[in-house]
């Protein structure tokens, strides 16, 4: 059975700083890993897919990486902004069975 | 990215009423939807998967009969709870993807149901 775990639970930064969101899963039969926001009450806002035969993809300020053979993934959050204070998610999804199984989460806090 | 619309967003009913929650992906034809559930605080849980015409497949612990999903067309999913009661109270989320292992999973917007 497919766990995901996220480290570190919490964070909390002042502003400016370059942060590293970590996701493990116990599985590295995955077809793709993606990492989500989530703000409070709200639903889930998609930032990064990658696909199992990549190694890592960009957008913006987020990097992410992707090890399968280890069964992690890193979320690099560079030049941090209060804005990017939300819920991080990472979510894999089988090959087997093709469902979507989210990590803990980590609550980033990223002060002024 | 695509669009999911979940609907309502909140809602409040009373311990033995049934509500439904309808999701939409408004953009493209998602031949699978998941539904999650969210507790305060914690990771979305999966409940289950729907493919379009077909029923839907439960994960283990979820009762079929108190969450009753319908896929009935490639943009429409409904969830509707059962004969609430307050320990139904949650975060519900749905998610679309345009098949099995397509890639991307979009979310609505979530919406809260809380049972007097």
């Known amino acids: 059975k497919q766990e995901v775990t996220q480290i570190p639970a919490a964070l909390s930064v002042p502003e400016g700083e370059n942060l590293v969101l970590n996701c493990s899963f116990t599985d590295s039969a995955i077809y793709n890993l993606q990492w989500f926001r989530q703000d409070p009450g709200k639903g889930l806002t998609s930032l990064l897919l990658i696909q199992s035969s990549q190694r890592e993809q960009t957008s913006g300020r987020l990097n992410a990486s992707l090890d399968k053979s280890s069964g992690r993934s890193t979320l690099y959050i560079a030049a941090s902004q209060p804005g990017d204070s939300a819920t991080y998610l990472c979510?894999?999804?089988?090959?087997?069975?093709?469902?979507?199984?989210f990590g803990t989460g980590t609550r980033l806090k990223v002060l002024a | 990215g695509a669009v999911v619309s979940q609907h309502p967003s909140r809602v409040i009913c009373k311990s033995g009423t049934s509500v439904k929650i309808e999701c939409r992906s408004l953009d493209f034809q998602a031949t699978t939807m998941f539904w999650y559930r969210q507790f305060p605080k914690q990771s979305l849980m999966l409940m289950a998967t729907s493919n379009e015409g077909s029923k839907a497949t439960y994960e283990q612990g979820v009762e079929k009969d108190k969450f009753l999903i319908n896929h009935a067309s490639l943009t429409l999913s409904t969830l509707t709870v059962t004969s609430a009661h307050p320990e139904d109270s949650s975060f519900y989320i749905c998610s679309a993807q345009q098949g099995k292992g397509a890639g991307e999973l979009f979310f609505g917007e979530g919406s809260r149901l809380t049972v007097l």
């Open positions: 979510a894999v999804e089988g090959s087997g069975t093709y469902k979507y199984i």
